[in-house]
């Protein structure tokens, strides 16, 4: 299991940008694909983009290409989400997940099955 712990939400007015953060430790060997994804009140829960631990490949929903980046730390077990030029309707709880299937494939495709606490992002008008 692979224990994720994300940081860096706050509240920003619309334009600004966030980095958030999130740190991985436990059987960390098996992760293949990272994802961020986010919740908004009373919505579903939705992709955002992922990331691919031996390439570095990334993905993004077309709502935030352009705008938000995915990268890696491998060093430090830790992925980043740059979200740039932040809109109203980027405010959600954004989660970090883990793919530990430790089988190499299409990372948006993948089923998460380690979840981080969340972290708010509030972006106001």
């Known amino acids: 299991q692979v224990q994720l712990v994300e940081s860096g939400g706050g509240l920003v007015q619309a334009g600004a940008s966030l980095r958030l953060s999130c740190a991985a430790s436990?059987?960390?060997?098996?992760?293949?694909?990272s994802g961020w994804f986010r919740q908004a009140p009373g919505k579903e829960r939705e992709l955002v983009g992922t990331?691919?631990?031996?390439?570095?490949?990334?993905y993004y929903v077309d709502s935030v290409k352009g705008r938000f980046t995915i990268s890696r730390d491998n060093a430090k077990n830790t992925v980043y989400l740059q979200m740039n030029s932040l809109k109203p309707e980027d405010t959600a709880v954004y989660y970090c997940?883990?793919?530990?299937?430790?089988?190499?494939?299409?990372?948006?495709?993948?089923?998460?099955?380690?979840w981080g606490q969340g972290t708010q992002v509030t972006v106001s008008s």
């Open positions: 997940a883990a793919d530990n299937s430790g089988v190499t494939g299409i990372c948006r495709y993948k089923k998460y099955t380690d």
């Open positions: 436990g059987r960390t060997s098996s992760t293949r694909c």
């Open positions: 990331i691919a631990w031996s390439n570095g490949y990334t």
